[in-house]
């Protein structure tokens, strides 16, 4: 059998919108939502701006130093993982949430 390599990689660039910081185990953490837009326009000739919210989980390391300079409105980009977590609700129901795992994140001037 011919070994396939997997590649999980995502790359953002975007806006940051919420900003949670913690600390586990003496190691720094932040989870924070980042916005990406994609431009296009229809068929008719019709700007359209189709906006996508990301939740994004950054620990504290090596190609990660710019976690205190992470707040709302600020342009950042990512580089990680995708990770998808199932929960079940309240009501019963099977959910999934979405996450980027971060392994590179750098706060840029402008975008």
């Given at each position: 059998?011919?070994h396939?390599?997997?590649?999980n990689r ?35 000739g ?27 409105g ?38």
């Amino acid at each position: 059998m011919e070994h396939i390599e997997h590649i999980n990689r995502i790359e953002l660039q975007g806006h940051v919108g919420t900003v949670r910081t913690n600390e586990h185990n003496g190691s720094k953490v932040v989870n924070f939502t980042m916005i990406t837009d994609f431009l296009y326009k229809t068929r008719e000739g019709t700007a359209v701006n189709e906006g996508m919210w990301h939740n994004i989980v950054a620990w504290s390391g090596r190609d990660i130093q710019d976690l205190d300079k992470i707040e709302k409105g600020v342009p950042v980009y990512v580089t990680g993982r995708l990770r998808v977590n199932r929960y079940t609700s309240a009501d019963g129901t099977e959910k999934l949430f979405y996450e980027v795992m971060a392994n590179k994140v750098r706060v840029l001037t402008h975008i």
